[in-house]
């Protein structure tokens, strides 16, 4: 599986997973209904922050095509909180359950180490996502606080968000 920074081509290939995610209202707290250059502008930030897609199976390099996911990751805060980074993750319906998460977990974690960050934060994982909790947890990260009610779930209702942390 090849992971490498998204390029403006790509957010074609993106957003129609980003959207139904989010509109799916279970595991982002991101508004529903963004435009597609609103939502762009949330998962595509400029520098320091940077974007990557990951790619599976077979097929060639071409911006946009074979794209299973994608994550963004950045400093979880400015100035006197900029050496722990954060990162969101978002893995296309069509490729859950086939490691992409995974991946892209495993490149955030080499590239904020190869930055400089101290460690990652996740400020929001959504208590019902025990995929992502297990996977979190599989890479290192620790529950160190959760905020109970604090996401609204469009099936359960208000449910707790998990706030983890990994030291690099």
């Known amino acids: 599986m090849l992971v490498r920074t998204a390029t403006e081509a790509d957010w074609d290939k993106i957003y129609p997973f980003f959207k139904q995610i ?9 508004p529903e209904g963004l435009s597609s250059d609103a939502a762009r502008a949330l998962w595509m930030p400029p520098s320091p922050w940077l974007t990557v897609v990951a790619r599976s199976g077979a ?11 994608s994550a963004t990751m950045g400093p979880n805060r400015p100035g006197r909180g900029a050496h722990i980074a954060t990162a969101s993750f978002m893995v296309a319906p069509h490729a859950q359950g086939q490691g992409v998460g995974r991946r892209l977990g495993e490149r955030v974690i080499e590239w904020a180490g190869a930055t400089g960050y101290r460690g990652i934060q996740f400020n929001a994982v959504v208590e019902t996502n025990t995929a992502a909790v297990h996977l979190w947890k599989a890479l290192g990260f620790e529950i160190i606080g959760t905020v109970p009610g604090a996401f609204d779930h469009r099936r359960y209702g208000a449910v707790g968000l998990h706030v983890m942390f990994r030291p690099l």
Do not use: K, R
């Open 22 to 30: 989010v509109d799916a209202g279970e595991t982002y707290a991101y």
């Open 59 to 69: 097929g060639d390099a071409t911006p946009g095509s074979g794209i299973a996911g």
